[in-house]
């Protein structure tokens, strides 16, 4: 019986691990829950799962949450209670589900306990790959990636010695917006950005894949899990999302794992890896799908996917800018605050005054988070 906490259990990622979980009573337990403020959606899980303790970061929250359970479990509240249950409870799997920057500190104090990572908080990867793939070898802690395409390479890698590898080639669905102009993006809506084609994700997400700002953090993501140079990670568009990565070998011969745009695979993957379990999920109808298209991605319309190679390129501290600036313009976004367009702009401007430091330390790249974040608020005032 493994004992799972799961960090952002309200979330997309967090609701469709509790269905993993739930179809395996005999497997996993779930020990903890943590959220930031829904707490109505956090009662019905504690409820259900009976977990011996829920953190809610909104302090307020924590209080009402407090008076309605009546001591059916232990409630800690704030972001210091949050790390210190991921630091001093009893747990074998850390579900990472929390969205942005504020799942790098619960994630590393995960890591320093050489627990195994089902790691859907790919944030974490991107502003410290470096720092976090060291702490995982000093620690024989296991990150197992739960963002679809990498553990689809992850499933493809198996048994492969990835001196062998001559690529690995993320699909990349090309978001709402793959088919229309440049020229659109002055005037996209929320709602429009919101309406993805394949995934329904939460909100950051959704906005990071409509300007595909996803897939560019992807790229850093797979740099730092796979070990492998940026220039042997291709982007192909699959607008189809049933290819979920690829890998091709020096030989030329092409690995590909397939399955329904379903994030319940890759969660139960993470949480039984090296096993695989016997489920009911819906299958995949190839006939079905009819046919299979594959396109470049237009790096001209994507500014954010630029912006992503060349921060992988420059190294240092650039993609904790690039992500600190990324998330304050999709929040503004999302507020109505500024134009779709202008999200590329604003990480390109944080970019370009924020000086950069090579080898960062942890303390350097959280002052770098804070200050990029002040920076992009005050360019947007
Ligand atoms: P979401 O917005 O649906 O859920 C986020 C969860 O984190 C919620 O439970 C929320 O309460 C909690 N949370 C948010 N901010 C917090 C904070 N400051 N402190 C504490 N808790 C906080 O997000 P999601 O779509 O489930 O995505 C979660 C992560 O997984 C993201 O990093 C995303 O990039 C990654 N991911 C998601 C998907 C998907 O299908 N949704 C796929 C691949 C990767
Ligand atoms: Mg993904």
């Not at 959220?35 to 929250?61: G, H, M, R, W, Y």
């Not at 479990?73 to 799997?93: A, H, P, R, W």
Request: aromatic share 8%; proline share 4%.
């Amino acid at each position: 019986m493994k004992k799972i906490l799961i960090l952002g259990s309200t979330g997309s990622i967090g609701v469709n691990a509790l269905d993993v979980i739930r179809k395996f009573p005999d497997r996993f337990k779930v020990v903890g829950l943590t959220v930031n403020s829904k707490i109505d959606a956090l009662e019905k899980q504690i409820k259900e799962f009976q977990p011996e303790f829920v953190v809610v970061t909104d302090e307020t929250k924590a209080k009402e949450l407090k008076s309605n359970i009546a001591g059916l479990c232990k409630v800690f509240s704030g972001y210091n209670e949050l790390l210190e249950s991921v630091t001093q409870m009893d747990y074998d799997i850390l579900v990472g589900a929390m969205v942005g920057f504020a799942g790098l500190a619960p994630t590393l104090e995960a890591i320093k306990r050489g627990k195994r990572i089902a790691l859907a908080n790919k944030e974490t990867l991107v502003v410290a790959g470096e720092i976090v793939t060291k702490l995982v070898l000093e620690h024989s802690a296991q990150i197992i990636p739960v963002d679809s395409e990498h553990s689809a390479i992850y499933q493809c890698l198996i048994g492969e010695n990835l001196n062998e590898v001559e690529k690995l080639i993320l699909t990349a669905s090309g978001g709402p917006f793959l088919n229309k102009d440049k020229s659109f993006f002055e005037t996209a809506t929320i709602d429009e950005a919101l309406n993805h084609p394949n995934w329904k994700m939460g909100s950051k997400i959704t906005i990071d894949s409509a300007t595909m700002m996803n897939k560019g953090l992807e790229v850093i993501e797979a740099k730092w899990l796979f070990g492998l140079p940026v220039e042997k990670i291709n982007i192909v568009i699959h607008p189809q999302s049933i290819i979920h990565s690829m890998v091709q070998f020096v030989d030329g011969s092409i690995k590909a794992q397939l399955g329904l745009p379903d994030m319940k695979l890759p969660i139960q993957y993470a949480l039984t890896f090296p096993e695989r379990l016997k489920n009911d999920f819906e299958r995949t109808n190839l006939p079905a799908i009819n046919n299979f298209t594959f396109f470049e991605p237009d790096f001209d319309k994507f500014e954010c996917l630029k912006l992503a190679y060349n921060v992988i390129r420059t190294g240092g501290i650039t993609p904790c800018i690039l992500n600190a600036a990324n998330e304050i313009a999709v929040d503004k976004f999302l507020k109505g605050k500024i134009k779709f367009s202008q999200i590329p702009c604003l990480i390109d401007k944080a970019l370009n005054h924020i000086e950069n430091h090579f080898e960062p330390d942890i303390e350097t790249i959280f002052e770098c988070d804070k200050i990029t974040r002040e920076f992009v608020l005050d360019a947007v005032v």
